[in-house]
């Protein structure tokens, strides 16, 4: 048997159900390179996803701490839509990927791993990205190290 190790994941594994407080509202209060925020817009910010699916796996999330979409502010929505229109841009020019994925997952029992704030996940996708490993091994390959990721994105949004 072969065994690919992912220490970072243990990390995430034992502390998801115990963080005190809000990750994104605490990462707010990093330095943007130490927290993976990529851009910080008037009402939302985009934030490197630390246990990304693909490269170039991001988030826009709203400054304002909610749960729930409907909650959001009107300029705060359309401000999270031109972010994920100018994110698809960025994507598609640095990965060139074949499609992208956009998604909300709103309450824990939709899958939300951080459920008492909204954000709106973006990531690149590939024709057959899905190998075995991740159906499988419950593995995933990923090309770029997170500082590597940090630093093209954060260039392309600084450029745009």
């Not at 630390?50 to 729930?68: K, W």
């Not at 390959?141 to 949004?157: K, M």
Request: glycine share 6%; with cysteine.
């Amino acid at each position: 048997m072969d065994y690919l190790w992912t220490p970072w994941r243990y990390a995430y594994i034992t502390s998801a159900d115990k963080a005190e407080g809000c990750l994104f509202c605490e990462k707010l209060k990093l330095p943007d390179a130490e927290a993976g925020i990529v851009f910080r817009g008037q009402s939302c910010f985009v934030i490197l996803n630390a246990f990304p699916y693909t490269s170039g796996h991001v988030m826009i999330v709203p400054y304002e701490h909610l749960d729930q979409l409907r909650n959001l502010a009107p300029e705060a929505a359309v401000e999270m839509m031109m972010l994920a229109q100018r994110v698809e841009d960025i994507l598609r020019r640095l990965y060139h990927p074949d499609g992208i994925n956009l998604g909300m997952n709103i309450g824990k029992a939709a899958g939300a791993g951080v459920a008492g704030h909204i954000h709106m996940h973006v990531l690149p996708r590939w024709v057959a990205d899905a190998s075995f490993m991740s159906v499988v091994g419950e593995t995933r390959l990923l090309p770029e190290d997170l500082e590597q990721t940090y630093v093209r994105i954060r260039q392309a949004f600084d450029e745009s």
